[in-house]
T-cell receptor
Framework: GQQLNQSPQSMFIQEGEDVSMNCTSS?????WLWYKQDPGEGPVLLIA?????ELTSNGRLTAQFGITRKDSFLNISASIPSDVGIYFC????????????FGGGTRLMVKP | EAGVTQSPTHLIKTRGQQATLRCSPI?????VYWYQQALGLGLQFLLW???????NRGNFPPRFSGRQFPNYSSELNVNALELEDSALYLC????????????FGPGTRLLVL
């Protein structure tokens, strides 16, 4: 089946530092999404990307849809303790309706 | 506006039993999706229902099944439970059109002993 390779698997950073994580795929996606999951809760959508090359920001978060349509990255600037959680990328194939394929997640830990 | 709700929040079963998980979508949403999240892993797509019909199915055995009711709520049934079925089961809902955002519920944590 389709797979998204997400890296890094985990990060332990100091408050105030910038964070970067990315996802790559062997398949072309027509949509890339980034979600955050807090403990005991479902994932919450952070950013949606619909066009190759698209760069979108949401506060301190910035994500880009790769030109090849096979990758995406998420940057978090000036991290704060509440950024702690697991970040997932997800992609939607053009021929798979609304079904999403998820990456394995990046666990972010922020030291105050 | 109420979000996606799921019940129960936790479920403990023994191997061989059946489990039924329930999901109520956001009002107005007609599509419901089920995902399995094993401990420490990403989400694996299970099932997609829209307008009462199964639209797509992930790579899971037939003992994972479900249905969508006329009010768009959904059930996920897992028969002949196995230890490795222990996971967080997440339900999401969306409007039917392509590119519509999926909103997730808090999940049901299933433990099979």
């Amino acid at each position: 089946g389709q797979q998204l390779n997400q890296s890094p698997q985990s990060m332990f950073i100091q408050e105030g530092e910038d964070v970067s994580m990315n996802c790559t795929s062997s398949s072309i996606f027509n949509t890339w999404l980034w979600y955050k999951q807090d403990p005991g809760e479902g994932p919450v959508l952070l950013i949606a990307l619909y066009k190759a090359g698209e760069l979108t920001s949401n506060g301190r978060l910035t994500a880009q849809f790769g030109i090849t349509r096979k990758d995406s990255f998420l940057n978090i600037s000036a991290s704060i303790p509440s950024d702690v959680g697991i970040y997932f990328c997800a992609g939607r194939l053009g021929n798979a309706g609304n079904m999403l394929t998820f990456g394995g997640g990046t666990r972010l830990m922020v030291k105050p | 506006e109420a979000g996606v709700t799921q019940s129960p929040t936790h479920l403990i079963k023994t191997r061989g039993q059946q489990a039924t998980l329930r999901c109520s979508p956001i009002s107005g949403h007609t599509s419901v999706y089920w995902y399995q999240q094993a401990l420490g892993l990403g989400l694996q797509f299970l099932l997609w229902y829209d307008e009462g019909e199964e639209r797509n199915r992930g790579n899971f055995p037939p003992r994972f099944s479900g249905r969508q009711f006329p009010n768009y709520s959904s059930e996920l049934n897992v028969n002949a439970l196995e230890l490795e079925d222990s996971a967080l089961y997440l339900c999401a809902s969306s409007l039917a059109q392509p590119r519509e955002t999926q909103y997730f519920g808090p999940g049901t944590r299933l433990l099979v002993l």
